[in-house]
């Protein structure tokens, strides 16, 4: 199992209009798609911040996964009205260590 860690920072004055734009049609299709472990906003530390954690069996997974969701027209309609709202993103993937409880 692989989980992608997503960091995006908002742009400064539109975190609820993104978080709702992303609630309303983007998670939709995101869960269409893909298999969410948790969805989080920063509120100490760097503000403007929304952390996104997806699960994937591996990386064959993860592409196919990410391909069907590219793929649905609902998803290039997200794109579009959201365009400008994110300053910056920060993706990495993570992995269990053998003592964790998510696995």
């Known amino acids: 199992m692989i989980i992608d860690h997503r960091t995006y920072t908002v ?7 993104y978080m709702a734009l ?13 298999n969410l472990v948790g ?20 990386f ?9 969701r ?3 027209p609902d998803w290039t309609a997200y794109l579009k ?3 400008g ?6 993706n990495k993937i993570i992995t269990h260590t053998g003592f964790s409880p998510i696995k």
Do not use: C
């Open 39 to 58: 969805f989080f906003q920063s509120t100490v530390g760097p503000l403007n911040q929304i952390i996104h954690l997806w699960r994937y069996d591996d």
């Open 81 to 83: 009205k959201s365009k």
């Open 85 to 90: 709202m994110i300053l910056m993103q920060e």
């Open 11 to 17: 742009q400064h004055g539109m975190s609820k209009e």
């Open 70 to 72: 590219d793929a649905d």
């Open 22 to 34: 992303f609630e309303a049609e983007g998670l939709p299709v995101q869960l269409r798609h893909l």
């Open 60 to 68: 064959a997974d993860m592409e196919k996964r990410r391909a069907a």
